[in-house]
């Protein structure tokens, strides 16, 4: 068995559409700064730093973290980088959390920045379709790049598969969860994307990759999220000084599925997540998600595929997702919360820092500082997706005692 | 509808750069699939010489059996098991939309390949694109040919 592991400091660096005056060192550092000051320690105390940063070509640099390792001050310690996609974030807490429960590091900071929207094309004058040029160099560059593929049009296909398969969810379900999203970032000073909208405003926004639009998609964001995770005695120590409570991480799983899509049998499973769930759910000993937990922040780059999450995570059975939202489950105030923080389609997709993101939502939410927050929550859960058709997926549980 | 894309900042200077790499790569392995497509308009896929598997895109080794596959003549033929129509685009192809993209199971393989089906104004419509939609391979003249994914697409089968 691993040791066990506690989350003892958070933070966030805004998520917006640009940071003009910040270069992502700085937005690391400024992030770095304030997850100290919540656990009240100095960068002195921390042993080694994992660094979720994606895609090369936003930052404009290779190798980026060791310019983040050297700006916050860690400088002779080690510093590992990992980089999966849309679930950097995710993998990277996940590679903090082994650090720690392997003994080898007591107090560990993990840290995520990106800067995406610097990526510009000199022809449309606009940013996003280079940015996604950047990604889809993370497609197969034989097979799957020369095409023209883009995030959404890899994150739809399950999605048609779905409504083949068993004829949802409608694109008015997917508008529910665009309009819960946008609803819930309001009021979060880190979202990219507070809205209050209608189900009408959804469906009346323009084709993207069809049947997604465009509200039903997440936007490229700058920001940074970090977390401190220290080991059960620093962890107590840690907390005594800080006044914070441990929040402890009791599940954590991963898998990565097959990078060509067409070699899934059941397209309309998101397969990775299904793994990744049932190892993390094993680990917590949770047997009935829906019901112990009592917050969650999932995925949600596109509406439809939170859809699909809620199922693949063993929420919904297949087929009957699209209930969850239409039934208000996953509302606030419903049985299990989804992406209360606003999610990625409300905060915005910085793509190194979003699991972590989501992940210090969780932290807030079983403490008792979240925005909207849960009532007396005690379990909470993270999902973090990334990669071709969701190939990367990890999920963590976290719990106060 | 307020979000957050026109707030306002302190002034900050930008510069024009890119980032560029040029290759003169092997394909590898890969050389028969690219060749035959380039030189003589025809499709091949894998099967392991074990389970059966018929892997397309190709791959020379199968991945559960751990043994060599085999190359095989695919007809062109196939079904969309997925497909979707896109509006937007990567920067150097917002003047190619809309794009139709699908995972199409070719009749003699085991997977998908996700590939592009060329659809006129009036095909281009996702009720078109149903799962089991029958498409053939049609490949660009010789003379445009390079020996690389993009020599051939898919059209409807009519
Ligand atoms: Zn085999």
């Given at each position: 068995?691993?040791?066990?592991?506690a989350i003892v400091g958070i933070s966030a660096f805004p998520?917006?559409?640009?940071?003009?005056?910040?270069?992502?060192?700085?937005?690391?550092?400024?992030?770095?700064?304030?997850?100290?000051?919540?656990?009240?320690?100095?960068?002195?105390?921390?042993?080694?730093?994992?660094?979720?940063?994606?895609?090369?070509?936003?930052?404009?640099?290779?190798?980026?973290?060791?310019?983040?390792?050297?700006?916050?001050?860690?400088?002779?310690?080690?510093?590992?980088?990992?980089?999966?996609?849309?679930?950097?974030?995710?993998?990277?807490?996940?590679?903090?959390?082994?650090?720690?429960?392997?003994?080898?590091?007591?107090?560990?900071?993990?840290?995520?920045?990106?800067?995406?929207?610097?990526?510009?094309?000199?022809?449309?004058?606009?940013?996003?379709?280079?940015?996604?040029?950047?990604?889809?160099?993370?497609?197969?560059?034989?097979?799957?790049?020369?095409?023209?593929?883009?995030?959404?049009?890899?994150?739809?296909?399950?999605?048609?598969?779905?409504?083949?398969?068993?004829?949802?969810?409608?694109?008015?379900?997917?508008?529910?969860?665009?309009?819960?999203?946008?609803?819930?970032?309001?009021?979060?000073?880190?979202?990219?994307?507070?809205?209050?909208?209608?189900?009408?405003?959804?469906?009346?926004?323009?084709?993207?990759?069809?049947?997604?639009?465009?509200?039903?998609?997440?936007?490229?964001?700058?920001?940074?999220?970090?977390?401190?995770?220290?080991?059960?005695?620093?962890?107590?120590?840690?907390?005594?000084?800080?006044?914070?409570?441990?929040?402890?991480?009791?599940?954590?799983?991963?898998?990565?599925?097959?990078?060509?899509?067409?070699?899934?049998?059941?397209?309309?499973?998101?397969?990775?997540?299904v793994y990744a769930s049932r190892q993390c759910f094993k680990m917590a000993g949770i047997t009935n998600?829906?019901?112990?937990?009592?917050?969650?922040?999932?995925?949600?780059?596109?509406?439809?595929?939170?859809?699909?999450?809620?199922?693949?995570?063993?929420?919904?059975?297949?087929?009957?997702?699209?209930?969850?939202?239409?039934?208000?489950?996953?509302?606030?105030?419903?049985?299990?919360?989804?992406?209360?923080?606003?999610?990625?389609?409300?905060?915005?997709?910085?793509?190194?820092?979003?699991?972590?993101?989501?992940?210090?939502?969780?932290?807030?939410?079983?403490?008792?500082?979240?925005?909207?927050?849960?009532?007396?929550?005690?379990?909470?859960?993270?999902?973090?997706?990334?990669?071709?058709?969701?190939?990367?997926?990890?999920?963590?549980?976290?719990?106060?005692? | 509808?307020?979000?957050?894309?026109?707030?306002?900042?302190?002034?900050?200077?930008?510069?024009?750069?890119?980032?560029?790499?040029?290759?003169?790569?092997?394909?590898?392995?890969?050389?028969?699939?690219?060749?035959?497509?380039?030189?003589?308009?025809?499709?091949?896929?894998?099967?392991?010489?074990?389970?059966?598997?018929?892997?397309?895109?190709?791959?020379?080794?199968?991945?559960?059996?751990?043994?060599?596959?085999?190359?095989?003549?695919?007809?062109?033929?196939?079904?969309?098991?997925?497909?979707?129509?896109?509006?937007?685009?990567?920067?150097?192809?917002?003047?190619?939309?809309?794009?139709?993209?699908?995972?199409?199971?070719?009749?003699?393989?085991?997977?998908?390949?996700?590939?592009?089906?060329?659809?006129?104004?009036?095909?281009?419509?996702?009720?078109?694109?149903?799962?089991?939609?029958?498409?053939?391979?049609?490949?660009?003249?010789?003379?445009?040919?390079?020996?690389?994914?993009?020599?051939?697409?898919?059209?409807?089968?009519?």
């Open positions: 068995m691993p040791n066990r592991v998520f917006r559409v640009r940071h003009p005056n910040y270069t992502y060192y700085r937005m690391a550092y400024e992030t770095t700064k304030k997850v100290l000051e919540d656990a009240n320690l100095t960068i002195h105390d921390i042993d080694s730093a994992i660094y979720g940063i994606y895609n090369d070509f936003f930052e404009r640099q290779f190798m980026p973290d060791i310019i983040v390792h050297d700006y916050i001050g860690m400088i002779l310690k080690p510093g590992t980088r990992v980089t999966t996609g849309g679930a950097t974030g995710g993998y990277a807490i996940r590679t903090a959390y082994m650090e720690v429960a392997s003994g080898l590091s007591d107090v560990v900071l993990c840290l995520g920045v990106e800067k995406s929207n610097d990526c510009w094309d000199p022809v449309t004058k606009a940013r996003t379709p280079e940015l996604v040029k950047a990604i889809s160099y993370s497609a197969d560059c034989e097979f799957v790049r020369p095409l023209g593929s883009f995030p959404a049009a890899s994150y739809v296909l399950p999605v048609r598969a779905h409504i083949e398969e068993f004829g949802n969810p409608s694109e008015e379900s997917m508008a529910r969860v665009s309009v819960k999203n946008h609803g819930n970032a309001v009021g979060n000073p880190y979202a990219q994307s507070p809205m209050k909208l209608t189900i009408e405003d959804v469906l009346k926004s323009r084709y993207i990759s069809e049947p997604f639009k465009k509200l039903d998609c997440c936007l490229y964001s700058e920001g940074a999220a970090a977390m401190i995770l220290a080991s059960e005695k620093k962890a107590k120590e840690i907390c005594k000084n800080s006044g914070k409570e441990p929040i402890w991480i009791t599940g954590v799983g991963a898998g990565n599925d097959s990078n060509f899509g067409g070699l899934r049998q059941k397209l309309w499973s998101l397969t990775s997540n998600p829906i019901k112990e937990l009592d917050v969650a922040e999932l995925h949600d780059a596109f509406t439809g595929q939170e859809i699909l999450s809620y199922e693949d995570c063993g929420f919904a059975k297949h087929g009957e997702g699209y209930k969850l939202i239409d039934e208000g489950i996953v509302e606030e105030g419903g049985e299990l919360p989804v992406n209360l923080s606003g999610g990625l389609i409300g905060c915005g997709h910085a793509v190194g820092a979003t699991g972590i993101y989501q992940g210090t939502e969780i932290v807030r939410q079983l403490r008792g500082e979240a925005i909207r927050q849960v009532p007396d929550a005690i379990k909470g859960f993270l999902h973090s997706v990334g990669g071709p058709v969701t190939a990367y997926c990890v999920c963590i549980v976290m719990e106060r005692s | 509808m307020a979000d957050r894309a026109n707030e306002e900042h302190e002034e900050f200077l930008e510069y024009y750069d890119e980032m560029t790499i040029h290759y003169l790569y092997s394909v590898g392995e890969l050389t028969k699939f690219f060749k035959e497509i380039r030189d003589n308009g025809k499709l091949f896929g894998t099967r392991c010489t074990k389970c059966g598997f018929g892997y397309f895109p190709p791959r020379l080794n199968c991945h559960k059996c751990y043994v060599p596959c085999e190359w095989v003549e695919l007809s062109g033929k196939g079904e969309v098991i997925a497909g979707t129509i896109c509006r937007f685009g990567v920067s150097n192809f917002t003047d190619k939309l809309p794009i139709t993209i699908a995972f199409i199971k070719m009749d003699e393989m085991d997977m998908a390949i996700r590939h592009t089906i060329l659809m006129s104004e009036d095909e281009c419509k996702l009720e078109n694109l149903k799962r089991g939609t029958r498409v053939k391979v049609q490949f660009k003249p010789k003379e445009q040919r390079e020996g690389r994914i993009t020599d051939f697409y898919f059209v409807l089968d009519k």
